[in-house]
């Protein structure tokens, strides 16, 4: 695809944030979510009888929003007081839904290269519900060919039944929400889950041969300490997962933790400041080098780079078409994104009413994609040139001039031969310096 080669503007990286503040800090997406609407949604819906694009992945993306208790640095549209029969009707909406997707020409007789059951948490769902689930979707779209099914759990729903099921049902990277070590880090967090839970989990997905456990920690929530951070980190070393993403703690308004500091007028969020969570990753990334793991991204550490892929993270980068259900789901389908309801009654209305819960659209134009996907690769911390050259028709170099010489002069990013690459202190605060690609338009604009 061609994309015009605008006349480099001088470009300004944005004043780094030291104390942590309330906001979204990390960019998952492009151009910022406020500018997608109701509005543009008839284009989804015209995008979807189209016949595919050559060359493109189809991944689906499950929302499960139920969980146990709500963490208080959580933002996601979560329930924690649905019964059973609620549940049911919502898988029930879930799999009306991807009927609907695989009915379209879209499809064009693919099936898909990657599924991902997010949340909220998956592992809330009971075996029965999970097998309902999950028997219906195959049936809907075949994962036979896919080359990854991921499925996020957290610790303390994971029986040793429902993991066997979780792994018979195809599940090929269990993701588990383990965020600390420490007990009064999981409990003064809200978390459901503790810490022998944990072992006893691991242990068993350990022994049951998922092909690849990933873990989640959380650098920088309430009450950490230096020493806590440390220890957690060792004990992470020890368990020996193949994967670990390691997120900075970020205070989005819709959180408990918001609603407090502003019940107490306070502006700034009781945790770490920015440099200290930096150090903190850092700290865990040296760790995990030492034991022999490599750094793949700004968030993540692999032990085997050969056999540890994500696929989803790399499909979804790089314009994946994404059909993505539930309840407030994100999409991408044939270039338009999209996003559900976010309230549980009106998508299930929706569904019941044989309607479409897309709730508010956007299709970026041709630069603005070509934006988004540098930015996002830009996250694994080094990019191709000859990749965007023979993708989007122009070199990088030249496309983002302005951005990339106000990067280079903050001495984290360089342009050797085809790599574009970010140092390690740029890798761990890349969400804060590609806010400098963004178009005038778009700066300064509230990431929610
Ligand atoms: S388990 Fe995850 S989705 Fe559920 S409340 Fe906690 S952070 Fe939110």
């Not at 997905?205 to 060792?234: H, S, Y």
């Not at 750094?295 to 540890?308: E, F, H, I, L």
């Not at 202190?425 to 778009?442: C, N, Q, S």
Request: aromatic share 12%; charged share 25%.
């Amino acid at each position: 695809m061609q994309v015009g080669n605008p006349k480099p503007k001088p470009s300004v990286v944005p004043p780094l944030q030291t104390q942590t503040t309330v906001g979204n800090y990390f960019v998952t997406n492009y151009p910022p979510y406020a500018f997608w609407k109701p509005d543009f949604v008839p284009e989804l819906e015209a995008a979807l009888e189209r016949p595919p694009r050559p060359d493109t992945s189809l991944g689906v993306y499950v929302h499960i929003p139920f969980c146990r208790k709500r963490c208080h640095f959580c933002y996601y549209k979560v329930y924690t007081d649905k019964d059973s029969a609620q549940v049911r009707a919502y898988l029930d909406a879930v799999l009306r839904e991807l009927g609907h997707y695989a009915s379209k020409p879209f499809i064009g007789g693919r099936t898909p290269r990657f599924v991902y059951f997010g949340g909220g948490t998956p592992s809330y769902l009971s075996e029965k519900q999970l097998r309902h689930l999950t028997d219906e979707m195959k049936r809907l779209l075949s994962w036979e060919a896919a080359e990854e099914i991921t499925f996020e759990a957290e610790p303390g729903t994971l029986t040793d039944h429902k993991l066997a099921a979780i792994r018979d049902i195809g599940v090929t990277r269990l993701s588990l929400g383990i965020e600390h070590f420490d007990d009064h880090i999981l409990e003064i967090n809200g978390r459901a889950h503790r810490s022998k839970e944990i072992d006893r989990a691991y242990a068993f997905a350990r022994a049951i041969g998922f092909p690849q456990i990933n873990i989640d920690l959380i650098a920088g929530m309430v009450e950490e300490t230096e020493e806590r951070w440390r220890e957690t980190v060792a004990k992470a070393v020890a368990l020996a997962p193949d994967s670990v993403t390691i997120y900075q703690m970020e205070v989005p308004y819709n959180t408990t933790i918001y609603q407090r500091m502003k019940a107490e007028g306070r502006l700034v969020a009781p945790v770490a400041d920015w440099d200290t969570k930096r150090a903190w990753v850092d700290h865990a990334f040296r760790e995990f080098e030492r034991a022999g793991y490599a750094v793949n991204s700004t968030s993540t550490v692999v032990k085997d780079p050969a056999k540890t892929k994500f696929v989803y993270r790399h499909q979804l980068f790089a314009g994946a078409d994404l059909a993505s259900v539930g309840v407030a789901s994100f999409g991408h389908i044939h270039g338009v994104h999209y996003q559900n309801h976010h309230e549980f009654d009106p998508y299930l209305a929706a569904l019941d009413a044989g309607r479409s819960p897309v709730y508010r659209a956007l299709t970026p134009t041709p630069d603005e994609l070509y934006i988004r996907e540098f930015m996002l690769l830009l996250k694994l911390g080094q990019v191709s040139r000859e990749y965007f050259r023979s993708k989007f028709g122009t070199d990088p170099v030249e496309q983002f001039a302005g951005p990339l010489e106000a990067l280079k002069a903050t001495g984290h990013l360089t342009v050797e031969g085809d790599a574009i690459r970010l140092d390690r202190a740029g890798l761990l605060k890349v969400d804060l310096l590609i806010r400098a690609f963004f178009k005038p338009e778009h700066q300064g604009t509230k990431y929610a």
